[in-house]
């Protein structure tokens, strides 16, 4: 998936991470899941370690515009895409679909034809829905939020 020329975007392993990179992250996930939101929950939950994760960088600042966390289960034959995250200079550039095409790409690439699950917050059903997953729970809050399950089939 080829990004906008003013933008970098790279997958790592959580230990192939640079402490930058690892502390940009975690801020952004406090300051919008927690700080913004008002989810008072524990964002460092012992996964980012099992997790790939996909940073998307403004390329002449290198400031940190958007994240996903990643993972695949070859034998299962899924994905999960989570704390899908962008700050808030990113908002409405279309970071997010990218950063969620760019997951799609990778886990059909890691688990071909897998199916792809997201817990979603329900109020981008339609976003989610316009990447072609399907809604398959009814409305439930986690962490104070209001959530939905969807799955992208392969």
Known sequence: MKLPDNLT????????LG??????LLKMRQDIFILEQTSLYADIDGKDPGALHYLIRERSTSVLLGAIRMFSDADAGTARIGR????????????????????????????????????????????????????????????????????RRG
């Not at 975007?9 to 192939?16: L, N, Q, R």
């Open 9 to 16: 975007g790279t997958w790592s392993k959580f230990d192939e």
């Open 19 to 24: 402490p930058l990179d690892v502390y940009d």
């Open 84 to 151: 899908v995250v962008i700050a808030k200079e990113g908002r409405g550039s279309g970071v997010g679909r990218s950063m969620m095409l760019a997951g799609i790409e990778k886990a059909e690439a890691l688990v071909p034809g897998c199916a792809i699950h997201v817990s979603a917050q329900a109020y981008l059903e339609k976003f989610y829905g316009s990447l072609d997953f399907e809604t398959v729970s009814d409305v439930y809050i986690e962490d104070g939020i209001p959530h939905i399950d969807m799955i």
